[in-house]
Structures are given as structure tokens and as C-alpha cells.
């Protein structure tokens, strides 16, 4: 027992002396390889995808890091496709120079994408996105006569807001074969609930909006209505917890992905006809 | 008639039937002497330390209870000399020789005894609320048992109040300490005058951030949990810039309670640690006058009786004047400046009651750009102001041992800080405090009920953050706690304190309980105690964590529907004195901790936008060990404290109002905030040759965590969050990035501080003249370090120190 005691103060003493002593500060992390800031997401609105690369400064005043010999990938995770980014030099909006990576793809709905930065075939940091899926739309019986026609849906599988959701109806004018397609948009809409993402779509008000887009007055009947889409744009996960960085390793910044939803379904032929328009859905 | 409450406090505090023998009355000499005598001033004889080590150890040995012989014991009983009905709870006071022996209190029955008394010549004085003190001189061992009868007084209150604080020095109570005025000496300081803050630090769990900024972390609560009292009045900022100072000259303290936790339902509102300051009345039969003159403070006191016999009036004023003195002293500027006023007038009204008038201004400024040579254009002077005034009521009828007491406290803060020179956060806040407290004394046991009201205002203003306010809480609330004392071994105090707010948490209920065992009952030499309680708080006080010290402190209400800070104390020690002249102490603790506000550190450089809600806890063991004799004190004590605060997933908060812009969220995290001080070592030494004393001081404290960075970069989130292309070509603003939260450790802290004393006694005055170092080996101790900038700010280099200091008979 005191042998013991005797051996810890032996060790302690020592160590207590060493830490006394010691004077100096380490304000920055020592790490043998270069930690990364990059900015970016993978948009499915465009073929072009642009992400912003910068390697940390160790102090405020310091010039940027080389990004020389910097290689820049991206793996998708669902179907295994390799894309090798170039980089680019920008020039900044206040006359200095940066680096931005670019590469030609679209990504796609529901997949999942790392974006690899490295040296020599080593990657030092990664970031991580998930395209959202595409939601299910269930679409319940409309209800409400004329005007007030308002029909409910679910998108079964969507946990965040959709936005800039737009309505496009296909539809033909009287007398005339060719269809024209009619946006109405809807902004930011609904709630997230159980079930998924709920809105409601207010048929009655579009017609209206569809009979002033087609220059036609209110008592138009004979409007030929083909086909009922919904186009939502989806932001990943990240978009909704920014400054968490969850799904960077070894680098800061944002990372995500943008994608856009196509969805139609059939509106039930009888309140197609309460609308005023002939039912020429195709689905059917 | 303020000692009125001070002789109920001690009868609240102090063990009934304690009955502690103190078999040497060479070492226990010191007990009962005069001022002067304590100080080793007076009548100490010189002798080489080893000769009192080696007879005080002679004498513990041979009069220790193995060596006891023809021990009797003295049994009695204390009554009305009227009525002839026993008093419970009176005071009974034993002495030899001039030597206290024991004291304690009478049972139910007005019974008291002393055990294990060996045969000779006593003195027994019993006293009691409402009577005259009595004395009887006795030889043992006495044949029979002996009655006292006590006569009802006539001038009620100047018989019965007493005008001395006389604490007991034996009891334990699990998280408190109770610090002498006395005690303060033990500590070297800059200066001849002693001071609080000197000595709070020389605590086992206390952490300081040092020399500059004045802030405490006690047992893992962050300066703005605790509580501070003076005479009941809050002070909001209780020390001064230049860490060694509180806001409390010495002079005019009688003694101070530090629960380091676990403390009584009397308090409330803050859920880490109170620190509870008696002042003394000034003299009311003659004029008092002190002054001292030092490089750091100077100050004058001065006691005079208004009415000679009724009232009197204490006035201290205090002054720093080291910002003048440093460049000739130090080499190099000190920019602080800093001082304090305070005044009490204490009036007996009549036989049965007494009005208190109490006020306290501190002021302090400083430059915390650096400490050294100042760049004009980073001149960043900030400012703190308290102030706090009080009346205090007290009334204690001849029939009854209920004592009332009706207070009014007003205090407040205004703070002014310049993180940069071209931006000012001001921070004020205003209490308003009322009371009515009742004291029962229903012999051994006691009984304190009270009911409150309570009116906070805030009004901060947060520079270029944007973030302004105004805003107030209003609180009710009662509490009642007793002491009961189940047996001659055991004593139990429950609590309980309940609060209603006009925000925020709505109600609070806090129940307390605190448990005293003593094995060999009175005069045993060992004690046990616990304490157990759950405490909130609904004004918070917010810093900016990231600064290695912050004097910043913005104070609010908490949120509505937002949880507020809540903690559970758990508490248990041993005080031990195996022999007479050697004492060791040994606590552990836990507090769990919940709902506090702490600060999210965005990628955006010194900006504090956001707060998230973490949890976690303070655990820790703190031991002493004092070595008192005539010539010699001696205390080491280590503490080994573990913090942690632990953040699940959420959303981060807007400063005391919902955030604006996109919602940040925060990933879980744990870590050990910047207060977590593993290791902790303190050691005093104070030796007294006639006129002379020496004192030393090593204070060695372990690194305080703080957060590395990994490097910086252009932030570009917010052009990101657009969702359009212009983040490719935004500059963007200089961002940070941070490493693990405090998951780095600064350097340790350590000290030397020697001072040596010499005092003179004239026909008209004491004189005692100091010369000291502070930070005798030059320790270059870290006080601010920007991980931006990577400057760094120690703290105060080896500074020689004089001092002179004046007592006027």
C-alpha cells in the first residue's frame, strides 16, 4: 500500500513539475493533412454543377492554400458512376481569385453522392448529400362545388417543405388541338403531418386562372383538360440543419443537393366535368 | 440590534448541546482571546516553531481521551429565577483558566451536562434571549446537580444583544464554510488590508480565473449561479477587476458563510453556491479610526457612536491606486482603476427593536485591451458600477422567542464593455427585494419561516450584434427551514422554498435537507454531514464563454416556455480532529445540472448570436488538512473537480429572443467548459514571531480547456442558402473554423505570493507596515489569449508591494 502511494506520487510529481512548467499555447490544431472549406450542392436544374474550394488558413491574415494537385471526385453511391471534377479559377466579385470545382452531370432523384477531395489517389475530406426521393402522390376525392373545388394530397415519403411547388395543367382551348400547359404556383405550401407532406390543391380558383391565361371568359366549358402534373423543388437534408456540418468529414462549409419532382395523377372525371372542362385524361 | 440577528443566526447555525472539549489549553489558547492577541500581537510568547510543534504534539498525546483519568461530568439545569421554568435553548459557556473548554445549549427540559471533565476549578456562564447572563465559579467534581436561575433583564435588548460574533469553530456542515474575520489575515496580499476575494480563492473547489477580471467558479458553478449577500443586500458584481479585491473592505467584515452547495432554503435564485457576508455594527462607545496606504488600495475606516451606547455609524471608503503607481512600479502601465464606499448605521430604538441602514457602491474601470504597452487606438475602457442599499427592521418581543425581521434591499449593475473600441455592450439590472422572516426558537430546535417579493429589471444593449432589450420578472415566495435535533448524535434540517414568477418558469419548488452525525456526540472528534437539495434559476447571466476570462456579464430573465437553469446538489463530508492542533476535512459532491444557457460559436469570428441548452454535471472532492498552533498556521488543500456539460440535438437560440434568419441546428456534443479545473492545490503558511509575521502563499491550479481552431476560410453559407449560383463568386466573410469544443487545455496556473509584517504598538495607534512580492517567482499566468489574434495577456508579473496601515486607538 505505501509502496503504491510512493510509486503514484513518484509519477505525479514529475508529471505536475512538467505541466508547471509548460508555458505555451497551441492555437491551431496540427494535422498532417490540409482540412478543406468547399460551398456547393448538386442541383438537378442544370448539368453544370459548381462547387466553391478553399483550404484552411492558419491565421486570419494568411494568403489562400495552394489547391495545386487537389483531385476532385464525386461517387454515386446508388448506380456506382465516378465523375472527376476540373478545376477552374474564379475571379471574385472583389477583384481576387478563387477556385472553383465544376464537372457535367445531372444527379438524380433519390440518389446518393460523396464528394471526394484529396491528393495522390488519398482522399482528406469528404462531404456527403442525398438527393431527396421522390414522394408518392396520393391524391384524395376532390371536394366543393365550381370555385370553392379543392382537392387534398399526400406526398407519401417527403419529410421536408417542398418549394416553388407549381401546378401544371395541359389543357386545350375550344376548338383548338393544340395543348398549352399552364402553371399556377403555389409557393411554399402545406404541413408535414404522419403520412407525409399535406397540401391542398384548389382546383376551382385555378380554372380560373387557367381561363385567364387562355384569354377566355368565365362561362367557357368546352376546355379539354389532358393531363394534371405537379412540380415541387426538394432540398436535402442539409438545407434544413445548416451549421451542423453533419455530413462533412474533415472539411467546413455546406454541401447539398437540389432536386426537382414531376408528378401527375388523374382528377376524377366527374369533377372534371363540375370544373367545366372535358375530361380528355389519358391515364384514365 | 443587528446583532440581535446575528445572535439568532448563530443560535439557527451553531449545534445545540455542543459540548466540545478542548483538552490543551496551550493550544487551544488562541480560542477567546482579544483581537490583538488572535493576531499575535498581543501577549504570544516567542518560541522556535519545532519546540511548539514537538509540545503540542507531547501535550495531544498525553491529555488525549486514552490518557483521561478521574473524569467527572457536570449535569444541571437553566431556569427563570421568576417563574422557576426550565429555558430551553439557553447558552451555557465553560471555561478554565481563561480557556474555553466547551459550550452548548440546553435540551427541552433546560438540561444540559459536560462530559469527561477532570477535576479542578471551572467557570460556567449561562446567558439567554431575554435574561441576564449569569456566571458561577465551580470546583469539581461537584455531589450534586447544579440549577442556574437566570433573571429576566429589564433593558431587554442591550442585555441580551450580543455585540460580538462568536462563532462555533467546531462544526461541520457539508458545503459550507464560515470564514472569520480573523481568517482573512492568514492570506498574503498586495497590500497591509485584507480582503475576501484573498482568501475565497485559498478554497478547496473555488477556481479563479486569476488576478484580473474577478470571477469565481465555485465546485462547477459559473460565476453568475453564484449568489452574493451582504448583510442581505445582492451584489451583482462582488469583485473588483483586479482580481485579488472583493467589493467588501475586510475591516467591516465579522464573518461570511460560503456554501460551496447543498445550502438552505433561505436562499434561492441561484443554483450553484451563496456567499453570505456579515458586516459588524460600528462602536458605539468610542471613535474607531483606521487607514492604509498601499500601491494597489488604499482606504480609510472610521467608527463613531452617534448615541453613545444606541447607534453608530460605520463608514469605509477604499481606492486603488495602481494605475498611477504602475508605470514606476511595474515598468509598465496596469489600467485598472477601482473602489468602494460603504456605510452602516445601526440604531437600537428601543428595548425590543433596531433599525439597520446598509449601503454599498463599487466602482471599477479598466482598459482590457492588453496589459502592457497600449496601443492608443485599441483603447477599450469598460466600466462596472454596483450599487446596493438595504433597511433592516428587526423586532423581538419580551414574551415571546419569536424574532421578526422586515427588510428592503434595492441593488443594481450597470455595465459597460468594449470588446472593440468602436463598439459598447451595456448591461444594467435592478432588484428590488423585500422580506418578512420569522425566527422561531423553540429551545434546541429552531424554526424560520419567511415570505419575500422580489422585482428584477433588465435593459442590455449588445453592441453591433443587434440585440437589445428590456425587460423585468416579479417573484413571490416563501420558505421555512428547521433544525431539529433528534438526538445528542444527530440533527436534521429540512427545507423547503417556493417561488411563483410573472414569466418564465411560472413556479419553482425547492426542497432542501441537510443531515449532521456525530458519532461521539458532543465534543466527539469526528464529524459527518450531508446535504441534499434542488435549486433554479430564473434570471440567468450570460458570458461569452470563448474568452479565457470574460467580465461581461449580461443579465436577463429566462424566456418564457423555455426550461430554466435547475440544479441537484449532493453533498457528504468528514471533519476530523485527531489531534488538537491538526484538523483534515474531506467532502465530496455532485451537482447535476440542467437547462443552462451556453453560447453557440458560429464560423463567424467574436460573433455570440446564439445560445443552445445543455445539461451535464460538476463532481468533485475537495480535502484539507490545517495545522493550527500559537506560532503557526499551516493549511494545504487539494481539489480534483470534473465538469462536463453535455448538448443533445437542437435548434440554437436567439438571445432571449427567438432567433431570426435560418435555423441554426447543433449536433450533440460533450464537453468540459472552460471553468473545469481537474487539479487544484493550495498551501498556506503564517508564522508569528511576537510583532512579526511571515506570510506565504502557493496557489497551483491545471489548465482551463479552451477551443483550438483548425483554420479559416470565406464563409459562404449565407449566399449558399439563396440556392443560386452567387456563391461562386462571393468573396464571402472570414470564417473559423473550431476543433473540438474546449478540447485543449491552456498552461497551468501556479503562484508564489510572500508578505511580511511588522507591527508597532504606540500609545495612540497600531502601526503595522508590510513589504511584500506578489507572484514572487514571476509566473507568467495566462489571463487572456485571443486564438484569432494569438495575443496574449498574462497576468500580473512579480510586483514588490508596500504597505502601511494605521489603527487609532
Request: aromatic residues 10%; hydrophobic residues 40%.
Amino acid at each position: 500500500m505505501k509502496r503504491g502511494i510512493l510509486s503514484y506520487l513518484c509519477c505525479l510529481v514529475p508529471l505536475v513539475l512538467f505541466q508547471a512548467c509548460d508555458n505555451t499555447i497551441e492555437p491551431l490544431v496540427e494535422s498532417e493533412s490540409t482540412n478543406f472549406a468547399l460551398h456547393g450542392y448538386l442541383d438537378m436544374r442544370t448539368d453544370q454543377q459548381i462547387v466553391r474550394l478553399e483550404g484552411l488558413r492558419p491565421n486570419i491574415l494568411s494568403e489562400p492554400v495552394s489547391l495545386e494537385g487537389v483531385e476532385v471526385s464525386t461517387i454515386d453511391h446508388t448506380d456506382g458512376t465516378v465523375v472527376i471534377w476540373r478545376d477552374s479559377i474564379i475571379t471574385l466579385d472583389n477583384g481576387t481569385l478563387g477556385t472553383a470545382f465544376v464537372a457535367n452531370f445531372r444527379p438524380d432523384l433519390g440518389h446518393e453522392y460523396s464528394f471526394n477531395v484529396g491528393r495522390n489517389g488519398v482522399t482528406e475530406g469528404r462531404a456527403t448529400t442525398r438527393v431527396p426521393a421522390p414522394p408518392v402522390v396520393l391524391p384524395a376525392t376532390p371536394v366543393g362545388e365550381s370555385e370553392n373545388m379543392k382537392q387534398h394530397l399526400v406526398l407519401i415519403g417527403l419529410k421536408d417543405q417542398p418549394t416553388k411547388v407549381h401546378m401544371l395543367y395541359e389543357v386545350s382551348p375550344p376548338n383548338e388541338t393544340e395543348r398549352q400547359v399552364i402553371s399556377v404556383a403555389y409557393g411554399d405550401p402545406g404541413f408535414l403531418s404522419n403520412a407525409g407532406w399535406e397540401l391542398e390543391i384548389s382546383l376551382g380558383i385555378d380554372r380560373f386562372i387557367i381561363l385567364n391565361a387562355l384569354g377566355l371568359d368565365s362561362v367557357t366549358q368546352d376546355i379539354r383538360l389532358h393531363n394534371v402534373e405537379m412540380r415541387a423543388t426538394l432540398f436535402s437534408e442539409e438545407w434544413q440543419t445548416q451549421g451542423s456540418e453533419f455530413n462533412l468529414e474533415n472539411a467546413h462549409g455546406f454541401f447539398g443537393s437540389i432536386g426537382v419532382f414531376d408528378g401527375g395523377w388523374d382528377i376524377d372525371s366527374s369533377a372534371v366535368r363540375k370544373l367545366g372542362f372535358i375530361d380528355n385524361q389519358q391515364r384514365n | 440590534m443587528i446583532y440581535a440577528g446575528i445572535f439568532v443566526g448563530n443560535l439557527l447555525e451553531a449545534p445545540p448541546n455542543q459540548a466540545l472539549r478542548f483538552p490543551s489549553p496551550l493550544i487551544f489558547g488562541r480560542i477567546g482571546k482579544s483581537r490583538h492577541e488572535r493576531d499575535g500581537y498581543g501577549l504570544m510568547s516567542i518560541k522556535p516553531i519545532w519546540l511548539s510543534v514537538a509540545l503540542a504534539c507531547f501535550l495531544a498525546w498525553f491529555t488525549s481521551p486514552v490518557f483521561a483519568q478521574d473524569t467527572s461530568s457536570l449535569q444541571g439545569r437553566v431556569l427563570d429565577a421568576e417563574s422557576r421554568l426550565t429555558l430551553p435553548g439557553a447558552t451555557l459557556l465553560l471555561t478554565r483558566n481563561g480557556v474555553q473548554i466547551g459550550g452548548q445549549a440546553t435540551g427541552p427540559r433546560g438540561r444540559f451536562e459536560f462530559k469527561d471533565l477532570s477535576a479542578g476549578t471551572y467557570v460556567l456562564t449561562a446567558s439567554f434571549v431575554g435574561f441576564q447572563s449569569k456566571t458561577d465559579t465551580l470546583d469539581l467534581p461537584l455531589t450534586e446537580r447544579l440549577d442556574m436561575y437566570l433573571a429576566p433583564v429589564q433593558t431587554f435588548l442591550e442585555e441580551i444583544l450580543v455585540e460580538t460574533q462568536q462563532l462555533d469553530e467546531s462544526r461541520f456542515v457539508a458545503g459550507l464554510e464560515t470564514i472569520r474575520s480573523e481568517d482573512l489575515s492568514r492570506v498574503p496580499m498586495p497590500d497591509v488590508s485584507y480582503d475576501l476575494a484573498g482568501y475565497l480563492v485559498t478554497l478547496p473547489g473555488v477556481v479563479s480565473t486569476g488576478d484580473r477580471g474577478g470571477q469565481l467558479f465555485i465546485r462547477g458553478g459559473t460565476p453568475t449561479q453564484n449568489l452574493v449577500l451582504i448583510d442581505g443586500m445582492r451584489v451583482f458584481q462582488p469583485f473588483h477587476v483586479v482580481g485579488f479585491y472583493s467589493a467588501f473592505p475586510a475591516d467591516i467584515i465579522s464573518y461570511a458563510d460560503v456554501y460551496a452547495g447543498g445550502f438552505n432554503a433561505r436562499y434561492g435564485g441561484r443554483i450553484s453556491s451563496v456567499i453570505d457576508i456579515k458586516t459588524r455594527n460600528g462602536n458605539k462607545e468610542k471613535v474607531e479610526l483606521s487607514a492604509s496606504v498601499a500601491p494597489f488600495l488604499s482606504g480609510a475606516q472610521v467608527s463613531l457612536p452617534v448615541r453613545k451606547g444606541d447607534t453608530s455609524v460605520m463608514l469605509s471608503v477604499r481606492e486603488s491606486l495602481i494605475d498611477r503607481v504602475s508605470p514606476g512600479l511595474l515598468g509598465s502601465d496596469l489600467p485598472f482603476r477601482f473602489g468602494d464606499r460603504y456605510a452602516k448605521l445601526h440604531s437600537y430604538l428601543n428595548q425590543t427593536s433596531s433599525l439597520t441602514l446598509t449601503a454599498l457602491q463599487t466602482h471599477d474601470e479598466g482598459n482590457l485591451a492588453t496589459g502592457g504597452d497600449l496601443d492608443p487606438d485599441a483603447y477599450r475602457k469598460s466600466t462596472w458600477k454596483n450599487a446596493a442599499y438595504g433597511m433592516k427592521y428587526m423586532y423581538l418581543p419580551e414574551s415571546q422567542a419569536v424574532m421578526t425581521s422586515l427588510s428592503v434591499y434595492y441593488s443594481s449593475l450597470k455595465s459597460r464593455y468594449r470588446p472593440t473600441r468602436d463598439e459598447l455592450r451595456t448591461s444594467d439590472i435592478e432588484d428590488v427585494l423585500m422580506s418578512i422572516d420569522f425566527t422561531y426558537l423553540l429551545g434546541p430546535n429552531q424554526i424560520h419561516f419567511g415570505i419575500f417579493g422580489n422585482t428584477n429589471f433588465f435593459d442590455y444593449k449588445l453592441g453591433r450584434l443587434g440585440t437589445a432589450g428590456a425587460t423585468g420578472v416579479t417573484s413571490v415566495g416563501s420558505f421555512i427551514e428547521g433544525q431539529f435535533q433528534i438526538s445528542d448524535y444527530l440533527r436534521i434540517e429540512p427545507g423547503a422554498r417556493l417561488e411563483i414568477f410573472s414569466r418564465g418558469l411560472k413556479n419553482s419548488f425547492g426542497p432542501r435537507l441537510r443531515l449532521i452525525f456525530q458519532p461521539g456526540g458532543q465534543g466527539g472528534h469526528h464529524q459527518f454531514s450531508a446535504a441534499w437539495g434542488r435549486y433554479h434559476q430564473q434570471i440567468v447571466g450570460l458570458n461569452n464563454e470563448q474568452d479565457v476570462s470574460d467580465v461581461f456579464t449580461v443579465w436577463a430573465a429566462s424566456p418564457n416556455n423555455t426550461p430554466v437553469p435547475k440544479a441537484m446538489h449532493m453533498m457528504a463530508g468528514w471533519k476530523g480532529r485527531p489531534l488538537p492542533w491538526l484538523e483534515l476535512t474531506t467532502e465530496v459532491y455532485r451537482k447535476n445540472l440542467s437547462s443552462l444557457s451556453f453560447p453557440v460559436f458560429g464560423t463567424v469570428i467574436n460573433k455570440v448570436a446564439q445560445f443552445s441548452s445543455v445539461n451535464g454535471y460538476a463532481q468533485g472532492i475537495d480535502t484539507k488538512v490545517e495545522i493550527t498552533n500559537q506560532d503557526v498556521f499551516f493549511s494545504l488543500s487539494y481539489s480534483r473537480g470534473f465538469v462536463e456539460y453535455n448538448r443533445p440535438f437542437q435548434r440554437a437560440k436567439g438571445i432571449f429572443r427567438p432567433s431570426v434568419g435560418g435555423a441554426t441546428y447543433l449536433d450533440p456534443i460533450t464537453f468540459n467548459p472552460p471553468h473545469d479545473r481537474r487539479n487544484q492545490v493550495n498551501i498556506m503558511f503564517q508564522y508569528q514571531l511576537g510583532a512579526n509575521k511571515l506570510g506565504v502563499r502557493w496557489q497551483y491550479g491545471s489548465g482551463l480547456p479552451f477551443t483550438q481552431v483548425n483554420g479559416y476560410y470565406a464563409g459562404l453559407s449565407s449566399e449558399v442558402e439563396a440556392g443560386n449560383t452567387d456563391f461562386v463568386t462571393a468573396p464571402g466573410s472570414v470564417s473559423v473554423s473550431r476543433a473540438d469544443p474546449y478540447g485543449s487545455r491552456l498552461p497551468s496556473y501556479h503562484r508564489l505570493d510572500v508578505t511580511y509584517e511588522r507591527k508597532k504598538t504606540f500609545t495612540f495607534a497600531d502601526v503595522t507596515a508590510m513589504v511584500g512580492l506578489i507572484n514572487a517567482y514571476d509566473r507568467a499566468n495566462i489571463f487572456e489569449y485571443n486564438i484569432f489574434t494569438g495575443n496574449r495577456v498574462d497576468q500580473l508579473p512579480i510586483i514588490p508591494s508596500i504597505g502601511l496601515r494605521v489603527d487609532v486607538q
